[in-house]
Structure formats: C-alpha cells, structure tokens
Nanobody, 119 residues
Framework: QVQLVESGGGLVQAGGSLRLSCAPS????????MAWYRQAPEKQRELVAL???????NYADSVKGRFTISRDNAKNTLYLQMNSLKPEDSAVYYC?????????????WGQGTQVTVSS
C-alpha cells in the first residue's frame, strides 16, 4: 500500500514563504509523475503543480512565478516551494500520484497539510 506523508504546512503572513514536502513510501517515487493539489473551504480541489519523471513542470495560473515544484529522487521526496504567499493561497495542500499505466491507473493521496496565510 502506497502512503504519502506531507509536511511543512503552517501559518505565515502574506508575502512569506513555506516549503512543503511529500515522502511516498515504497519504491514508486522515481517512476511516476507527482503533483500538488489544494482545497480551500467550500471550494473544489484544484491542481497546483505537476512534475513529470523527466522534471517537466506545469503550474496553475494562480501560482505561476511564485511556486516551484521539484523532486529529489535520491531522497524520495517531492517539494513545493511557495513564495510571495497570499491569503487566497490558504488551503489544505495534498500530495498526489496521478493515475498512470505504471501504477495500474491508481491514484494516491496524502492526508494533507494546512497552509494558512494571514493578511
């Protein structure tokens, strides 16, 4: 069973920075794309950033230029560096492995980590 464990959330003032980490269990890290999603209260979960196994990245328009997704295959860890945070970035952030043929079209989610940005 794959488990994703996020860390690094917290409370920060607007304009500040946080770095989220995600450490999957098992040996699946280097062979799958990975993503960060977020969900604010009463809103749908949305894709924040995606990174492929060859480090191609995509970002939601709302975070482009402020957030950076990266992966360290040696440490089996996914990161999301968040700079210039805004109150509207407040949400629970989830680490995700998207469904692919490599993992038999399963998708995996972490438990989420809360990010709160005060104005």
């Amino acid at each position: 069973q794959v488990q994703l464990v996020e860390s690094g959330g917290g409370l920060v003032q607007a304009g500040g920075s946080l770095r989220l980490s995600c450490a999957p269990s098992g040996s699946i890290f280097g062979i799958n794309p990975m993503a960060w999603y977020r969900q604010a209260p009463e809103k749908q979960r949305e894709l924040v950033a995606l990174i492929s196994t060859s480090d191609n990245v995509n970002y939601a328009d709302s975070v482009k230029g402020r957030f950076t997704i990266s992966r360290d295959n040696a440490k089996n860890t996914l990161y999301l560096q968040m700079n210039s945070l805004k109150p509207e970035d407040s949400a629970v952030y989830y680490c995700n492995i998207p469904p692919t043929p490599i993992n038999n079209w399963h998708t995996y989610w972490g438990q989420g980590t809360q990010v709160t940005v005060s104005s």
